[in-house]
């Protein structure tokens, strides 16, 4: 498995998937990390790790060297996102075939969930030199023609429907995944602020270093929570 780039998707699927409401509960002063099943994935991945689930030194690896491992059959897989597999394939000898499927945290396949979030966002600059156009152009990336192009360029499923877009068999889980109900947000996208995501991934690296531990790496967590509402 490639280094632990970000958290195991573990609390995704034992927070947020059961209860999306969640981050709008720790705003409303009713539900925190450290008293959630946060507590449950923190310790999941510390199972992982002492298992020897990752490879050598994985805070000091970058995410270059991570799709080199994996597209070189050294790692034999990485938590990642849909669009990294590209980046793993420029590594891979040709024919090299991938195949992506939600983490699970849990035994059972009913519970476990895909987290998901719009990737790349597109605006249209004030001071464009020809705004007509680029709202035309913009209005093609959000048609189903678009979308469809642009997702199958990018190796990414498109954020609305379109029945123009024929999904491969990477694809094919994510769009189960939300159109069976099992999907979720990543966390982040609801948090009050950036503070609340950097000390998550500093965080995990100092747990990860065996230098926090889970109740510390949560009250940290907490806090900055509290800081950025």
Not at 21 to 41: I, P
Not at 55 to 82: F, I, T, W
Not at 185 to 203: A, C, F, I, R
């Amino acid at each position: 498995m490639g280094r632990p780039a970000r958290a195991v998707r573990a609390d995704r699927l034992l927070v947020y998937g059961p209860n999306p409401r969640f981050t709008q509960q720790q705003k409303d002063g009713q539900a925190s990390f450290a008293k959630s099943e946060w507590k449950r994935a923190m310790e999941q991945y510390l199972q992982l790790r002492d298992s020897g689930c990752f490879n050598d030194s994985p805070n000091g690896v970058g995410y270059d060297e991570q799709m080199q491992l994996l597209g070189q059959g050294k790692a034999l897989g990485a938590v990642h996102v849909l669009s990294a597999v590209q980046s793993a394939l420029n590594s891979a000898p040709q024919g090299t075939t991938f195949s992506m499927t939600p983490f699970p945290a849990t035994d059972s396949a009913e519970a476990t969930y895909l987290p998901v979030s719009v990737g790349i966002v597109y605006g249209v600059n004030a001071k464009a030199k020809n705004p007509a156009l680029a709202r035309k152009f913009m209005q093609f990336l959000a048609s189903p023609e678009g979308q469809a192009l642009y997702a199958t360029e990018s190796g990414s499923s498109p954020a609305l429907s379109s029945p123009a877009f024929q999904p491969d068999a990477l694809q094919r889980p994510v769009l189960e995944a939300v159109e069976n109900g099992r999907s979720t947000l990543y966390p982040d996208q609801g948090w009050p602020g950036p503070k609340v995501q950097q000390e998550h991934l500093t965080s995990i690296q100092e747990l990860f270093n065996g230098t926090t531990d889970v109740p510390t790496l949560l009250g940290r967590m907490d806090q900055a929570f509290e800081e950025a509402k």
